[in-house]
C-alpha cells in the first residue's frame, strides 16, 4: 500500500510504502476492543461455551427439559411433536397451541417462544411457566384435565 505522509516544516510530500505487519493488526484488533477505556467489544466466551448460547437455544433447551419431565410419566405423549416458533401467526396472541393429527402428520405442539418470554419476571418464572402451558397442550391431546397429568400443576 502506497500512501503520500507530508511535512509540516517543509510543506514537501514524498511516499512512504507501508506494509502489512501481523503485529500492526493485532495493535488496531486490540484499540477497537477497548477503545476510550469503556471496556471489551464483542463475546466474552468462545461460541462452545454454555454461557454463549443464544436465547433461543437456552429456551429451546427449556422446552426439552420441561417436555421430558412430562413425557417421563405419560408415554402415550411420545407421538406429539413439540416444536418452537418466535411469534404467533395467529392475531390473537397465545403462548402454544396444540394442532391435531392430519393425514400422515403427527400431533404438534408449538410453543411461542416470544409471548412466553415477555410474561416470564425470571429464568425460574420461565422454566414454570412453560411447564404449565404443556401440561395445558397436553391435556388437550389427551383429552384429560392439566391436573390429572401434573400433580404441580398450576406452577404460575
Keep these: 500500500m502506497l500512501t ?13 510504502r507501508v506494509t502489512w505487519s501481523p503485529d500492526r493488526g ?13 471496556g471489551l467489544r464483542g463475546p466474552l466466551a468462545p461460541r462452545a461455551v454454555p454461557v454463549a448460547r443464544s436465547r433461543a ?12 419431565r412430562l413425557a417421563l410419566n405419560n408415554p402415550e405423549l411420545q407421538y406429539i411433536e413439540v416444536a418452537v416458533s418466535d411469534v404467533p401467526e395467529a392475531e390473537h396472541p397465545a403462548l402454544a397451541v ?3 393429527a392430519d393425514a400422515g402428520f403427527a400431533a404438534r405442539i408449538t410453543v ?3 409471548a412466553i ?13 412453560l ?6 397442550q397436553a391435556g388437550v391431546f389427551l383429552g384429560v384435565s392439566a391436573h390429572d397429568l401434573d400433580s404441580g400443576y398450576p406452577r404460575v
Design 4 to 16: 503520500s505522509v507530508g511535512h509540516r516544516s517543509t510543506g514537501t510530500s514524498e511516499s512512504v
Design 98 to 100: 396444540f394442532d391435531p
Design 112 to 114: 411461542y417462544r416470544w
Design 26 to 38: 493485532a495493535r488496531q484488533r486490540a484499540r477497537r476492543r477497548d477503545r476510550r477505556d469503556r
Design 131 to 136: 411447564q404449565d402451558v404443556l401440561t395445558e
Design 57 to 68: 437455544a437456552r429456551f429451546d433447551e427449556q422446552v426439552l427439559m420441561a417436555w421430558d
Design 117 to 129: 418470554e415477555l410474561r416470564a419476571d425470571s429464568s425460574r418464572h420461565l422454566t414454570d411457566l
